[in-house]
């Protein structure tokens, strides 16, 4: 007798002698497996040539991957890369362009994208070399007059970003913050994560050692009447952006808000051609200042260093009396 659980699916095999599924290929048609492919079998297993003789990254749904195939966390995913939907058929209204109607083929013009003929667009190079949170990467390839922001005026030289980096910041980025004012009411007082808390917690990751950003930027105010923490961020074209903070939220929650609008206010300045301020701290989304950012300190690191041999090699040839 074979070793199976009874119940509807095994009743019919417990008489005989092996199970006949063993037999069978995996991706026949099995109607035991229903759970493992919904979709329609086929008895071949390498039927789809023209997909490179595989059935891999077929998902088109929130569930990225199946258990082995796909990191669906990396930069570069196979299932983004290739330009075809993996699914490239029975799409909805496709046939459309194409129809056959009593043996005549009736042929549809496609579709064009809506920019009017004689507009010239403007060929922003792009290369992947750069790292991910400069602007010029997320800027689209082919930049039309027509996506220059018009209910802004005459004041943008190019089109915005369409996307924004997917990064995630740990250290405050001070190159296009004026003034960051933190006003908490030190009559109220709780327990627990409260929004005082949450404003407390974001002073200090703020003013740590590791964050690019002058500490005298960084202002903790004191309001006598009783009032909910309130975070002010004036960036330097004097815009002012307020973080909402959330029941909840951790200040590095507060912190993401903080350089994604950074992100934005950065694309902004650059669109409208201003001069980004030159200060101190280095640029991160290019190598270049980055570079430069490293090199001065280390020289600075050196001189200081050259001065303090100095100091000491004057102190012992300077005779005791």
Same mark, same amino acid.
């Given at each position: ?135 010029? @990467?997320?800027?689209? #390839?082919? *930049? =039309? %007059? ?9 004041? !943008? ?116 051609? @201003?001069?980004?301020? #030159?200060? *101190? =701290? %280095? ?9 430069? !950012? ?28």
């Amino acid at each position: 007798m074979p070793r199976v659980h009874f119940g509807h699916g095994s009743t019919g095999r417990v008489g005989s002698e092996f199970q006949s599924q063993a037999l069978r290929r995996k991706c026949s048609q099995n109607p035991t497996r229903r759970y493992d492919n919904h979709r329609l079998r086929h008895p071949l297993p390498g039927y789809r040539m023209w997909r490179g003789n595989h059935s891999k990254y077929l998902y088109q749904s929130y569930q990225s991957a199946n258990y082995g195939e796909g990191e669906a966390q990396k930069e570069y995913h196979q299932y983004f890369a290739h330009a075809k939907d993996p699914i490239d058929s029975c799409k909805a209204n496709e046939m459309e362009y194409l129809m056959i109607a009593r043996g005549i083929p009736r042929v549809l013009p496609l579709p064009k994208p809506q920019i009017p003929d004689g507009s010239v667009p403007k060929w922003h190079w792009k290369s992947w070399h750069m790292p991910y949170n400069s602007v010029d @990467i997320w800027r689209r #390839e082919l *930049e =039309y %007059p027509e996506h220059i922001p018009s209910h802004l005026g005459e004041k !943008y030289s190019r089109p915005l970003c369409v996307l924004s980096p997917k990064i995630k910041y740990n250290q405050l980025q001070g190159r296009f913050l004026k003034e960051l004012r933190i006003t908490v009411c030190p009559f109220v007082f709780g327990y627990g994560n409260t929004l005082q808390k949450l404003a407390t917690d974001f002073y200090k990751v703020c003013t740590s050692c590791k964050n690019l950003i002058d500490k005298k930027q960084i202002q903790l105010m004191y309001s006598l009447e009783q009032s909910l923490p309130i975070i002010e961020i004036t960036w330097v074209d004097d815009t002012i952006y307020r973080p909402p903070l959330l029941e909840g939220s951790s200040a590095y929650d507060i912190l993401q808000f903080v350089m994604e609008e950074s992100f934005l206010v950065q694309d902004r300045l650059q669109a409208q051609s @201003i001069k980004l301020p #030159e200060g *101190e =701290y %280095p640029d991160l989304g290019s190598w270049n200042s980055i570079l430069e !950012y490293k090199l001065s300190k280390k020289a600075k690191l050196e001189i200081s260093q050259e001065e303090a041999e100095k100091a000491d090699a004057a102190k012992q040839k300077k005779p005791r009396g």
